[in-house]
């Protein structure tokens, strides 16, 4: 195992940025896009590694997970897959003696507009915290599947009273010599996920471009970790230093907040 330190001073072995026990305790931390929950996708592969995950948050400051599994071509799960399983989780979190909740919710691939309407006006959809008020979407990678609608799809969903937020704007290559897509869809209503590996380079030098001008160039921002195991999560803390450190103070309370909003919205939904 090779220490090293990343570009933000976070500890890194082997890739995985350790939680610093000496690290002054903030404000708790919402991380509303991570696949923690176990053997359901191609995130925590087993209960035992959700739970390592599920550690790691705390020692981290977070204390609220959304689990976003996916929603795709190749692993489709609904809100009749994932509510249970959450609710499972949850009961090993308590036995384990591990103070962190988790939410249902999922990341939803886009591709055929369609498609996503129909699936959404049948209720099969697991949004953020099973609620009706944020739902995680996502592209694929392919820059030929983007969907031509993408904007009318965004103004579809808020005019059903639902904000959506996109998913690691700043990881899909057809947007880092085109930002001005992501604009449109911002114009449309969308909310823009960035993913804290992307900000602290993890993902290479055109995530952590686009994600820091997306950040100069978007207010509704918010960060997650789209975290998938120990060695693909570098926390919420680190995420939020980052833009402390490179878009002031200001900034990095402004979504902060914005995240702890969602999150008592999300809270509300479950009660
Ligand atoms: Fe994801």
Known sequence: MTPQTS???V????????????????PPLLDLHCHILPGVD??????????AMARYNVEDGV???VATPHCHRYIHLLRSDIVPAVARFNEALRAAAIP????????????????YKREFEQGEYCHLGDGQEFTLLEFNWERALFPHDADELIRWIRGKGMTPIIAHPERYEFFWDDLKRVAGLVEAGAWLQVTVD????N???APLKAGGELLLRHEEIVLASDAHNLNRCSGMA??????????????AADILSRGNRIRSRLEKTED
């Open 198 to 201: 992307s900000l602290i380079g």
């Open 42 to 51: 191609d995130g925590a592969q087993s209960l035992e590694e959700a739970l």
């Open 203 to 205: 993902h290479g030098p």
């Open 11 to 26: 500890t890194m072995v082997d890739g995985v940025a350790a939680a610093d026990p000496s690290k002054p305790k903030g």
């Open 7 to 9: 570009n933000q001073g």
């Open 100 to 115: 962190l909740a988790v939410l249902p919710g999922s990341e939803i691939q886009v591709v055929d507009t369609e498609a």
């Open 238 to 251: 680190a995420g939020y230093q980052w833009v402390q450190k490179n878009a002031g103070d200001e900034r």
């Open 63 to 65: 204390t609220c997970v």
